[in-house]
Each structure stands twice: as structure tokens, then as C-alpha cells.
């Protein structure tokens, strides 16, 4: 399925020394996802110097800002391209298959300590059926124990958190997924994009599981259709894809996205199994 | 300074179910080290596959072993080349001059939690001249503050952990220097290797600080000549570079390491920063 | 019903340095425990003080200990009664109607950390009947989530960390059991005692919860019959019941306990609810 | 030293179901506090039962409150007698002679986790002199490394915390300080109170430590003098001595606090030590 889509992101910070920012916040670049139109405004027109990170081609700007306001505009035409399966014929990849540059998506992270969660993904998931279902399993139950509540973790919180604390937002939600995802050594990593349909209207998280041979898109919070998910950037966790890093001091004065769906037909939520390739 | 070693490594297994080993023991192939000769034995007989992970070039060894006794024997004559620099000469690198790959090592990783130490970070070490001296001097707070205890630590420490129970092995060591690094905004990875002259013999930890352009190397437990290591795998933490990553029922048995330096000149402690590359 | 048990309980040391012990290895003296006979005999015969923790009546036996071997034996025969009731005859107390001095028993303590808990134990549980049953769905609960197994954590695990890695041994389970009724305003307290039929024999953690004005006993363990607890202590957690408080240098050589039953008929498990006043 | 206070308590509650409120903000009655007038009104007049914590006397007030607004107004004339000493003159208590009701104060609570501290309280505080001036260290140690910052911390950050994340309010300040000395054998308790000249007026958390067979009082945070601290309540930690322990779903509205000095001579920070008995 091809899907069409309008991305506005416009970012306000004051500045209050001389700062870097290295933003992750445009489109990324995939062989599903083509940029048709993208505009970056930077005010003051200031230089920025973009960098592509290797294989998951996250996209990187960089722009020194002197004191004073500073203000980034970025809108994008994107064509994206899902895949949709039947979740029934999509097996685990056996630990011996993973091909080496999967690994280190089993290993344990920042915020997916997936080491201290084994025995409570085994208690819960070992009994059911290896493959797409089971990774669905995980996401059902977080969605049934997990409350979605805006401001009740920070940037600390970890899976580890989570699962006991019972709450968070979307990157909480996906880092408990993939955490729980590694400790049954299915390789899952963490993305974040621009979500048709989100309300109210921010980045979003989610995740990828790797089965069959190729990553499947999965979002705990069923906040948005899949089909309406636009990468920015993917990672080992939210430590990987922050839409900001900043070195210096500043305040965001203002934070606003739009995603549309140019299609007639819009995305809705679906229960196949959709691949971003 | 160019140095010739010897490295040998025996693990014997009992594997109780059919295994998938993924080994990262062999010497890596970089611009600073070639290996002259090198021969891997496998008892029984089994066929591998061996892999390479790109950029930082882990090599990994992947084999499949039915139940029974499994013997894994290494060895490896290999040419290490180090640049000795003058420790003073070496500055940090400015955030807005980092080049993106690097960029993901100042993130926090499983076991480096950097965003939990900022203050600490900054409170004893922001006050330092910027450069190579401020990363000693973070080695050697951490020789002054942890004790080096085997046994005290698991596999699930962190360096949270470590700052406050100040007690922990060659990889907690390493670990809370990376963090106190990142913390800085120093870049700082995870190396493991051979390393000469350790008693008892074993894998050694170590870590690496990328200033001034390039990565140096740093060791806070101050067990071993930095000019006697031998890298194996680098990664952002242990999580990374295990030096076997075993799905299935097994049980390690013996394990033998040993390092030779076939040089007349013997590898000794030295106050010059020692870069890899 | 009354049951009578002889208590026997060594414990050899090899005392390094001029060493405090303070023991709390008596048998209570309460409304329900008599004790018939008592003999404590220490080796080398170093004169102790005795005395007693206010309201609770946890017993505390100071010795100073030169260096050497130091040999403890502790014999006891007492009589026990229970009471036992109709489970679901029990309500829980409203916490308008908490007398102040169980007030403590709800709030979070060293291992017990309740208030990290209060979404899970309400998500779990707070559909349940209120009453004795809920208590027992806890343990139930924890029974089938939590894997009793030997070495599998330290003196430093809480409940905050076994709901999560879902392994402990007694003092683990009784610490989750605590926090999770303490999150749904259910006063309990950790027990320690001697325990009749417990394999292999050693002392024994359990707990009591606050339920209709009195305590009654539980222990998620499954391991013995609550008819065969005989306490020792009580207090919060098990920071404060340990058998041994030492300052100094010691090593504990040896600890042996036996504890047998001298009625005809001896304690078997049961459904009903016993209270220990 | 003799020294008058006039307290005054505010406290306005938006209750949105029936609740019960257990206050713990009545000045105690203690051999050193003496109570000359006092006065509580709730608005609407609800009946209320008070009663006493045996041991420590923090004095709780229970009130059931039906939905509406509700407030408590709280005055308090107080003579306290505060005693000074040479600190010079005043040992560390042997463990050997700590009496067993003290006991309890040198074992980790929730917020103290001192049994996880014990390396770093000996690396940092071990070589100095046993006596009050170990206390003063550990609280120049505090008030040296971590930064005194409002909403820095929540109810569920602890000592464990405290010492790495560097910063924090006044009762992470006592529990760091609590739990660095029961590392250290010396026992030490929480204490919450009115105090003289704190800006803004609110409730304050400072501690005890017990040395040469008395109580002292301690502040890290060097925010009023000791001579201006009047006692509510104390306990193991804040888990004891919250201000207000509420059932049901309210709201605090507001709360004013006023501590006036009815002395010429008004209390300043003092080198001596202190001793509320």
C-alpha cells in the first residue's frame, strides 16, 4: 500500500548562550520512504551541515545558534510504502538465523533493560506460539496493564520502571515492548516518526520488531494506524533518537507539528502485519 | 611503537541441548593491528560462519553444537601498532565538532547511565582543564573511590551502581569511567580484549575516549600495560561485546586465556596517551 | 489450638576481632507463645545482656565476643496457640478505623517499597472482594509468578526488584506480600521464626496482615504449615529481624536448626485463616 | 537554652469523596517541648480523635471528611528547651552500648538505604574522628556535593538517589545524611518540624543523630538555625512523619505556614551542638 503524506514541524527556542543542536526531525530516507518535496527554514538563516548516520540512515542537521531567538521550520512530501501480511505466516527468526548486524538488537539498553525482564517475559510469553502473534501479545498486554498518562515518567524512566509503575507515554510503552521483545530474543528497536492522526499532534514512538527476516512496525499505545507512521530515525532506544540533542542553554518556546494524509483513502487502524520495507 | 603478541584462548563447554554459539573472541582485524597468524579449532569439527560487525569491526563466530562436550581453542600472533602522544597536547573535542557516527557514544547504554550522572559529573570534574587530563583524571578518581573486588559485581551492575557501592571488576570500572565521560559530553566506548601481563589471566575490559580527533586508551583499573592490549570487540558497553553470546542450555567448564609479548622490549606503564589507531 | 514444639538452633562462629553480636534468635514471648522450657548456652561462657523491643517483643541477646571460635546453642519447648477462623468471615479494616499504632504497617519501608507499587497491586487486585481472600490472592499471586529458587538474590533485593525478576527465596516473597497489601492499605509486617517441616531447616520468613482488628498469618512460600510458625520476631521488613546484628570481623561456620513437633498430631497445611493471638 | 515560638498552621483541602485525614502537625509534647497554648479549628467543625505514637510521640489527628471544602487551622504557643554542648565533648556510641530501642536507627529504611552505602560512607568518612564532627562532616560533605533545588526530587527519591543525582530538597538532604551515618553505626532518625526563619515558610525535615547517649540535631541544608527547629514528629524516614497520611481523593488547595520567635533574642546558626532533650 502507498500513502502520501504532508509533515509541518515547526520548533521555537530561545537561546541563551552559544549552542549546538543536532536535530533528528527530518523524514528519513528508506527504500519505503520517498521524499517528494522537503523545505527546511532556519531563522536566522543560520549554515547547518547534514550527516547521515550508516544503515539506518537517521538524519542528522547541525546548526550553531548564537543568543536569541531561533526557529526551525521543516514540512516534507513524503511517499511511503507498507507492506501489509497476513500475521499468521510471519514466524520468529531462530537465535542461529539472526544475521550479525541484527544482533545487537537482542542486546539490552539504556531504557530496555531487556537482562532483568527474562523471567517475567518468560512467565508471561513462553507458552504461546513463536512468530507475529506473540509479539502482539506483548503490545496487548501492555496495552491492558500500562495506563497512557502524559507527565507521569521522565527521561529516566526505563522498562524497568515501567513495568511495575504501570504508566507513561509512548516512549515508555515502546520501551517496555522492545525490553520484553529482547528477553524472548526477538530482536525489537525503537523509532520514531511523525504519526498521522495523533492527538494532540507531537513525535511519536513506537517500535519494530525483526521477524521472518524483515522489521514489522508495532505501537503498544494504539494511539494511531500503523499505516500512518512516518520515520524520522530508529535506534537501540529514545537515547539514539532524540529529535534534539543541544549542547549550550536554551528553552523550546514552542512546539508544533501537522501531519496529513493526502490520500482519499485515509489510514485506519488494521489488525495485518505492516513492514516499513 | 609497534608490538608483537601471542594470544591464546581455550573454553570448554558442556552443552546440555543444541546450542547456537555466537563468539567474539578473535583478535580484530583494524588499522593498528594485523594478524599475522592465526588458527581457530573447534572439537568436535563443527562448521562455522563468521561475521564481521561493520565500522567497528567485531568479528563474530557463529556455530551450532549439538549436546555434548564442545572445546573452542584460539590462537592468534598479532602486530599492534599504538601512537604514543603527549598527554597535554590532546584536547576534547567541541559537541559542534563531533562527527555523527561518534555522536552515539555520548548517549547513555545499558550499563553507562550518563544522564543520571550529570551532576555528579560535573561536580567533581567540571572544574578541570578540558583534554586528555580530565579523563585521567576521572580514571583516577575511580582508582581512588571503587576497590577492585572479584565477585562483588553481577552482570546486571551498572555504573549507577558502582559510583555509590564503590566496589566492582575491570568492566564496572570501565563502565563508570565511560559514563563520568559521556556525562561530560566526552565521547567514550567499551573495549574488550587480551590483555598482557593480567594475573589471573582472563578478558580484559578496558575503554576508549575519542579527543582530538581520534580514540585513546584509557584502563581505570590500572591492571595492565595500556600497550598490552589487544582489542577484541568495542561496543557502547559489556552489553555489546560478550565474548560469547549462547542461546541454549550450556555450561562453560574451563576457560584459559594467554598473552605473550614476543618483543625483547616487554609492554610497561607508561604516562603517554596511547592511541589504538 | 494449642501446639507444643521444641526448637533447637546452633550457630558456630570463628571471630576475627573483638566482635558485638546481637542476636535475635528467642523464641517471642506474646499473648500465644509460652515458653515451657529455655536453655541458652554460649562457648567460650561470655556473660549477656537480654532484653526486649517495646510492644512487639522481639527479643535481643548482646554478647561482646573476643576473637576465636564462639559457639551459640539455643533450646527451647513452647506452646503455641493459633486461633482458627472462617477466611471469609474476615474484612479488611477500614483506614478510618486503623489504631495509629498499626499506621506504620502501611507505609513503604527499606524492602518493601509500597509506594512504587500502588498501580500494579491496584491493577491486579482492586477488583477483589475486599478481605482475608485478597491477602490470599497475593499470595496466591506471587506464588504463581515468582520462582522459589536458592542464591537467587542478596541482602539487598526488595520487592520493587522481585515483582519484576520473579525469583526470591522467603524473605523475597514475604517482602512483595508486605508491599503489595501495604499499597492497598493493608497493614503487614515481616515475620521471622522458627517453622516446623521446613526443608532444608533454617529460619524461616513469613508475614502477618492486619485484617478485622487482628493479625493473621501468611506465607506465600507454600512451604510449611502456618500451624508450625513459631516467631521469633517481627517488624517491618527484614531489616529489623535479622537473627544476627555483627560488629566486627566474623565468619559464621556453622548454623543448624531443627524444629520439632510434640503433638500426636502433627501441623498440616489448612484453608483456614490463623491468627497468632 | 529557653526559647518561644507562636506556630501557625494553614491547611485548605478540596475534598471530592468522603476521606479520612491523618494529620501529624501538632507541635510535640516532649520533655523539651512544652506546649503553653494551643488551638485547632476545622472548617466545617468536624469531630476528630487525636492519639499518641508510644515511644516518639508524634501526636495524630484523625478526621472523617464528607465531600466540600475543608480546613485546618492550627496555633501553638511553645517553650522548647534546647541544650547546648561543646561538640568537641561528645563521642560516637560503641555498638556495643547502643541501647536496643536505638537499635532500629542504624537499620536501612526506605529512603535510607545505608545498607547500600557502606563502601562509600567508609572511603569518605571513616578516617576522620568518631564523634559529632563525623556528624558535621557527612552534613559539610552533603552540603558541599549536592545542590539544595525545589521540585528536583519526588516522594519516592531516596538516599540512593540523592548521592548521585546530586540534588534535591530538605528531606533528601536528611535521608542522605541519615542513611551516610547509619552506614557508619551511628544511629539517626528523621525529623519534621516548624522552623524559625526557613523562607519560603513551610514545613522543614532535618535529623537526629544519636552520640554519647543523646540525641543531636542536624541540618544539612543550613537553611535555619538549629536552635529555631521545633519538633512534629520523627520516625525512621519521611515515610513516618508525612505532614498529612490522606484516604480518599482531595486536593491541597493551600498551605501557609508562620513560625515567630516570641524571644528578644532571636535564634542564629550556632557552632555548638544541640540537643533537643
Known amino acids: 500500500m502507498n500513502r502520501k503524506f504532508y509533515c ?10 552559544d549552542s549546538t543542536f543536532i536535530f533528528n526531525i527530518a523524514v528519513a530516507k528508506t527504500e519505503n520512504q ?3 518535496t522537503e ?3 532556519l531563522s536566522p538563516e543560520l549554515p547547518y551541515e547534514e550527516s547521515l548516520e550508516p544503515i539506518v540512515n537517521n538524519r542528522y542537521l547541525k546548526v550553531n545558534v548564537p543568543p536569541g531567538q531561533f526557529k526551525l521550520s521543516y514540512r516534507s512530501q513524503v511517499d511511503v510504502t507498507y507492506v501489509d501480511q497476513d500475521p499468521n505466516q510471519i514466524p520468529e527468526t531462530l537465535p542461529s538465523d539472526l544475521p550479525v548486524e541484527i544482533l545487537k538488537y537482542i542486546y539490552p539498553s539504556r531504557y530496555c533493560e531487556s537482562d532483568r525482564l527474562l523471567r517475567l517475559a518468560q512467565s508471561e510469553f513462553s507458552h504461546l506460539q513463536p512468530g507475529y502473534s506473540r509479539v502482539t501479545a506483548i503490545c496487548n ?11 507521569s515518567t521522565n527521561s529516566q524512566t526505563s522498562a524497568f520502571n515501567t513495568v511495575t509503575e504501570r504508566t507513561g507515554v509512548c516512549r515508555d510503552f515502546a520501551h517496555l515492548a522492545i525490553a520484553l521483545c529482547r528477553a524472548l530474543n526477538i530482536p525489537a528497536r525503537f523509532a520514531a516518526g511523525y504519526a498521522y492522526n495523533l ?3 507531537d513525535f511519536h514512538a513506537y517500535f519494530e520488531a525483526y521477524l521472518g527476516g524483515r522489521w514489522y512496525l508495532f505501537d503498544a499505545t494504539r494511539l494511531v494506524p500503523l499505516e500512518g507512521l512516518i520515520r524520522i530515525g530508529t535506534g537501540r532506544d529514545a ?10 542553554a536554551i528553552e523550546l518556546t514552542k512546539m508544533q507539528l501537522l501531519v496529513n494524509s493526502l490520500d482519499e483513502e485515509k489510514p485506519e487502524a488494521t489488525t495485518d502485519a505492516i513492514s516499513p520495507a
Open 8 to 17: 509541518d514541524c515547526e520548533l521555537d527556542y530561545q537561546v541563551m548562550s
Open 39 to 41: 523545505n527546511l527554514e
Open 239 to 248: 537515547a539514539d533518537v532524540s529529535f534534539a540533542t543541544i549542547f549550550g
Open 34 to 36: 520517498t521524499i517528494v
Open 141 to 151: 498486554w501492555i496495552y491492558d496493564h500500562v495506563t497512557y498518562l502524559s507527565g
Open 199 to 201: 492527538v494532540p499532534p
